[in-house]
């Protein structure tokens, strides 16, 4: 994997990679080797607008931030969904260490990807994004309209405005500026992730890391770990 702006300053080995793919039951498909590389790219946070601060989880000064590039439809953001993510959120989102940010990659330019990615923003609109973010997910690839609008009566949207955001699509140029920001850092599948001090402006001498994939929730410890220590901070 290569970076669009900047170089590589480190790349895990592949008989590194190949234990934690053992160790996560986890195998990417075609040979392709999975790796977790430095890059310099800078990422847009722009937090603080309504539409990044719907989207974050978490205290917004916690000293760390993870980014997570993903798409509804996609088998590997789900086993992240499922088996990675509760672990990062009790061990580090609840407790202030870091703050996370879900960002849309559609594998697609069209499709169930881009509707769910819309649904979700929508009933951003109305302060429920995560709701139905989760509910999205657990429904475990099962998106279509009828489900959208069950989904959004379930969390008590307003159902005339939500069925307007759908068919309005005012989201839609944001959801590609966030794949487009994907492939800036070099993803070029989901999920990918950009882990980055808060206050961090990316730069050769000072990257962030990516982690490309849907590794284990002990190669996410591992690294949150490192970088709350460089800063002085624990975990507990």
């Not at 498909?29 to 978490?58: I, K």
């Amino acid at each position: 994997m290569a970076a669009a702006h900047g170089g590589i300053a480190r790349t895990l080995s592949r008989e590194e990679c190949l234990v934690m793919t053992r160790v996560a039951g986890w195998i990417r498909r075609g040979g392709a080797v999975c790796a977790l590389v430095l890059l310099t790219a800078g990422a847009v946070l722009a937090a603080g607008s309504p539409a990044v601060d719907n989207r974050m989880r978490g205290k917004m000064d916690a000293p760390l931030t993870l980014i997570e590039y993903s798409d509804f439809t996609c088998g590997y953001c789900l086993k992240f969904f499922k088996e990675t993510w509760p672990k990062i959120q009790a061990r580090y989102v609840e407790t202030g260490k870091v703050r996370f940010l879900y960002k849309d990659y559609p594998r697609a330019d069209q499709g169930p990807g881009v509707t769910a990615a819309l649904a979700a923003r929508c009933a951003g609109d109305q302060g429920t994004y995560w709701p139905m973010h989760d509910r999205l997910f657990a429904a475990d690839g099962r998106l279509d309209v009828d489900s959208y609008s069950q989904h959004a009566k379930a969390i008590g949207l307003d159902q005339a405005r939500f069925r307007q955001c759908l068919r309005d699509a005012p989201h839609m140029k944001a959801i590609f500026q966030d794949r487009d920001e994907a492939n800036a850092w070099g993803f070029h599948g989901t999920p990918g992730f950009i882990l980055m001090r808060t206050t961090q402006q990316p730069t050769a001498k000072n990257p962030a890391l990516a982690i490309p994939g849907a590794f284990p929730f002990e190669a996410f410890e591992e690294e949150i770990e490192k970088l709350l220590a460089s800063q002085g901070e624990k975990s507990k």
